[in-house]
C-alpha cells in the first residue's frame, strides 16, 4: 500500500521510503507496540500546559497530526511539575513529558518527530521518511532560542520574585515528603536560584533579544519567498514558530517584534485561523481569555502562600 494523495499532500516531503516501525522504534518492544496503534484505539499520554511555550509546540503537532491523546495539564507555575509521581518520571521537571506505553520522551522536537511519524503509520502507510533536512533545520533553529528567560524578564520584579520564593518552597516541601528524590530535588532548587541569578544580568536579556531578533529576521526573510517556513506547504516548522509569536503577543511585544516585519505579520493573521491555533492557544489566550488564565494561576499561587499549603 501507498501513501494516501491526501496525506502526500499534508507531507511533500514523504517521498524517499523506509521501514515505518524500524525508523519509529528503536527494540522490539516499540517495534510491536507502534505496529498496534491503530487510530482512536491507543491512546497515548501528554503531560503538558497551556502557559508552556513547548507544550503548544507538541499539542500543535498533535492537533496537526489528528492523532488521539490524553491530556494531562501540569502547571508548572504552582509547583505541579514538581509533585513526586511526575518528578519520577522526569526527574528534570520540565514539560512537556510525551508517553507512549513504557516508551517516554522529554525532547520536544524528538516528541514531534515521532508524532509525525506516528501520524502517517496511523494513516495506513507502509512506509515513511524522515522530514525533509530544511524543515529538521528550522524547528531546531527555532528550539534554540529559549523563551523563559525572555518571558521571566518581561515580569514585573516584584510579582516573578513572589513566584520564585514560591515555587523554592515547593521544591523543599516535596523533597521532605520524597527524601528519595531528595538528590533531584536539590537539583531542582539550585536551577531556581541559578535562574534568579541569571535575571540580574542585563546582558542575559542582551543576548536573548539578539537571538529572537536573528531568528525573526531570518523567518522574515524565508516569508518573502514562501508561504509557509520551510515551502508552499505547512509543516512541522510552522508548528514550532507559532507558538513564539504567540508568546511575543501575550506579552504585548508583537508591535516590537511582528508588526514591523510584513512577512510574519501577514503569516501571523494567517496561521491564526487554523482550527489548532484556536484549540491550542486561542481557546486560552485571545481576548479576556489570557487574563482568565493567568489571573486563576495567580490566584492559586497567592491561595497557598497564604495557607502555607506547598
Given at each position: 500500500?501507498?501513501?494516501?494523495?491526501?496525506?502526500?499532500?499534508?507531507?511533500?516531503?514523504?517521498?524517499?521510503?523506509?521501514?515505518?516501525?524500524?525508523?519509529?522504534?528503536?527494540?522490539?518492544?516499540?517495534?510491536?507496540?507502534?505496529?498496534?496503534?491503530?487510530?482512536?484505539?491507543?491512546?497515548?499520554?501528554?503531560?503538558?500546559?497551556?502557559?508552556?511555550?513547548?507544550?503548544?509546540?507538541?499539542?500543535?503537532?498533535?492537533?496537526?497530526?489528528?492523532?488521539d491523546y490524553t491530556s494531562y495539564h501540569v502547571n508548572p507555575i504552582t509547583g505541579k511539575n514538581l509533585d513526586s509521581s511526575f518528578f519520577k518520571m522526569n526527574p528534570s521537571g520540565r514539560l512537556p513529558?510525551?508517553?507512549?506505553?513504557?516508551?517516554?520522551?522529554?525532547?520536544?522536537?524528538?516528541?514531534?518527530?515521532?508524532?509525525?511519524?506516528?501520524?502517517?503509520?496511523?494513516?495506513?502507510?507502509?512506509?515513511?521518511?524522515?522530514?525533509?533536512?530544511?524543515?529538521?533545520?528550522?524547528?531546531?533553529?527555532?528550539?534554540?532560542?529559549?523563551?523563559?528567560?525572555?518571558?521571566?524578564?518581561?515580569?514585573?520584579?516584584?510579582?516573578?520574585?513572589?513566584?520564585?520564593?514560591?515555587?523554592?518552597?515547593?521544591?523543599?516541601?516535596?523533597?521532605?515528603?520524597?527524601?528519595?528524590?531528595?538528590?533531584?530535588?536539590?537539583?531542582?532548587?539550585?536551577?531556581?536560584?541559578?535562574?534568579?541569578?541569571?535575571?540580574?544580568?542585563?546582558?542575559?536579556?542582551?543576548?536573548?533579544?539578539?537571538?529572537?531578533?536573528?531568528?525573526?529576521?531570518?523567518?522574515?526573510?524565508?516569508?518573502?519567498?514562501?508561504?509557509?517556513?520551510?515551502?508552499?506547504?505547512?509543516?512541522?516548522?510552522?508548528?514550532?514558530?507559532?507558538?513564539?509569536?504567540?508568546?511575543?503577543?501575550?506579552?504585548?511585544?508583537?508591535?516590537?517584534?511582528?508588526?514591523?516585519?510584513?512577512?510574519?505579520?501577514?503569516?501571523?493573521?494567517?496561521?491564526?485561523?487554523?482550527?489548532?491555533?484556536?484549540?491550542?492557544?486561542?481557546?486560552?489566550?485571545?481576548?479576556?481569555?489570557?487574563?482568565?488564565?493567568?489571573?486563576?494561576?495567580?490566584?492559586?499561587?497567592?491561595?497557598?502562600?497564604?495557607?502555607?499549603?506547598?
Amino acid at each position: 500500500m501507498s501513501l494516501s494523495s491526501q496525506h502526500m499532500k499534508k507531507h511533500p516531503y514523504l517521498v524517499n521510503f523506509v521501514s515505518p516501525y524500524a525508523y519509529v522504534c528503536n527494540n522490539a518492544y516499540h517495534l510491536l507496540a507502534c505496529k498496534t496503534i491503530p487510530r482512536g484505539d491507543r491512546k497515548m499520554q501528554l503531560y503538558h500546559h497551556p502557559l508552556d511555550v513547548d507544550s503548544q509546540k507538541v499539542r500543535f503537532a498533535l492537533e496537526e497530526e489528528g492523532v488521539d491523546y490524553t491530556s494531562y495539564h501540569v502547571n508548572p507555575i504552582t509547583g505541579k511539575n514538581l509533585d513526586s509521581s511526575f518528578f519520577k518520571m522526569n526527574p528534570s521537571g520540565r514539560l512537556p513529558v510525551f508517553q507512549n506505553g513504557s516508551h517516554i520522551i522529554y525532547s520536544t522536537v524528538d516528541i514531534i518527530q515521532y508524532i509525525e511519524r506516528i501520524a502517517v503509520v496511523s494513516a495506513g502507510a507502509e512506509s515513511i521518511s524522515a522530514a525533509s533536512r530544511e524543515v529538521i533545520e528550522w524547528m531546531q533553529r527555532i528550539q534554540e532560542w529559549d523563551p523563559k528567560l525572555f518571558t521571566l524578564f518581561q515580569i514585573p520584579e516584584k510579582y516573578r520574585l513572589y513566584v520564585s520564593k514560591f515555587i523554592r518552597r515547593v521544591v523543599i516541601a516535596r523533597m521532605s515528603e520524597s527524601p528519595e528524590l531528595a538528590s533531584d530535588y536539590h537539583r531542582k532548587l539550585r536551577e531556581a536560584y541559578e535562574t534568579e541569578e541569571k535575571l540580574k544580568e542585563a546582558e542575559v536579556l542582551r543576548r536573548s533579544k539578539e537571538d529572537l531578533v536573528r531568528l525573526l529576521d531570518e523567518v522574515e526573510r524565508q516569508l518573502s519567498e514562501t508561504p509557509f517556513l520551510a515551502g508552499q506547504e505547512f509543516t512541522m516548522a510552522d508548528v514550532m514558530l507559532i507558538p513564539v509569536l504567540a508568546r511575543l503577543e501575550l506579552l504585548d511585544l508583537e508591535k516590537e517584534y511582528i508588526v514591523g516585519r510584513p512577512n510574519i505579520a501577514e503569516y501571523w493573521l494567517l496561521v491564526q485561523q487554523r482550527p489548532s491555533y484556536k484549540k491550542v492557544i486561542g481557546k486560552y489566550f485571545n481576548g479576556w481569555r489570557k487574563h482568565k488564565t493567568l489571573l486563576k494561576t495567580w490566584c492559586l499561587v497567592r491561595i497557598r502562600t497564604l495557607l502555607k499549603r506547598y
